[in-house]
């Protein structure tokens, strides 16, 4: 199976959205370590209807208009890493989950480790909000985009959810 891809100016620097034909597959960070997400072969297509439609909804969610995305997503991934996914997608705009708050939602409460190495491996930054998963005490940890574009994203949500800028998600 090959995907299609496009590259997507952002203010959190170039986003490569790929997509398959069942839906959006991808969104890697400019700087992104090419073996944390494995896809087939990629075939450059701007017009392709995902991928379309998902840098409209990005541009809205960075202009602060769009607090839900509602693209079709294609995750790839073992079934562990599907749960947390799938789990990351029910965080609420401008709130905050942990790794063990995650761990116990998909009923392993004792993989917080692994809950984090999923986090890591996610495919679709952004609109599978791992950037909304911290530390058990509040901490930023580790984000493929960096730390600067984790507090970034958090800032944007804080903002949209009318937080006041010094309180915490």
């Given at each position: 199976m090959s995907y299609a891809f496009t590259t997507v100016a952002s203010?959190?620097?170039?986003?490569?959205v790929i997509a398959s034909d069942r839906g959006l597959s991808a969104?890697?960070?400019?700087?992104d370590d090419p073996?944390?997400?494995?896809?087939?072969?990629?075939?450059e297509d701007p017009s392709?209807?995902?991928?379309?439609?998902?840098?409209?909804?990005?541009?809205?969610?960075?202009?602060?208009?769009?607090?839900?995305?509602?693209?079709p997503l294609d995750f790839?991934?073992?079934?562990?890493?599907?749960?947390?996914?799938?789990?990351?997608?029910?965080?609420?705009?401008?709130e905050t989950r942990s790794y063990g708050d995650?761990?116990?939602?998909?009923?392993r409460p004792g993989a917080s480790r692994a809950v984090?190495?999923?986090?890591g491996k996610n495919p679709i930054s952004i609109i599978a909000p791992c950037h909304r998963v911290i530390g058990s005490a509040g901490a930023l940890?580790?984000?493929?985009?960096?730390?600067?574009?984790?507090?970034?994203l958090l800032g944007l949500e804080r903002a949209g959810a009318g937080a006041s800028p010094g309180q915490l998600l």
């Open positions: 203010p959190v620097g170039a986003l490569t969104i890697l960070w400019e700087n073996a944390r997400v494995r896809l087939g072969p990629l075939v392709h209807p995902v991928l379309l439609e998902t840098e409209r909804q990005l541009a809205a969610y960075f202009a602060g208009t769009l607090k839900a995305f509602a693209v790839q991934g073992t079934a562990f890493q599907k749960s947390v996914w799938a789990a990351l997608l029910t965080i609420p705009f401008g995650i761990a116990r939602q998909i009923g984090g190495a999923a986090n940890t580790g984000f493929a985009g960096g730390l600067d574009i984790k507090r970034h």
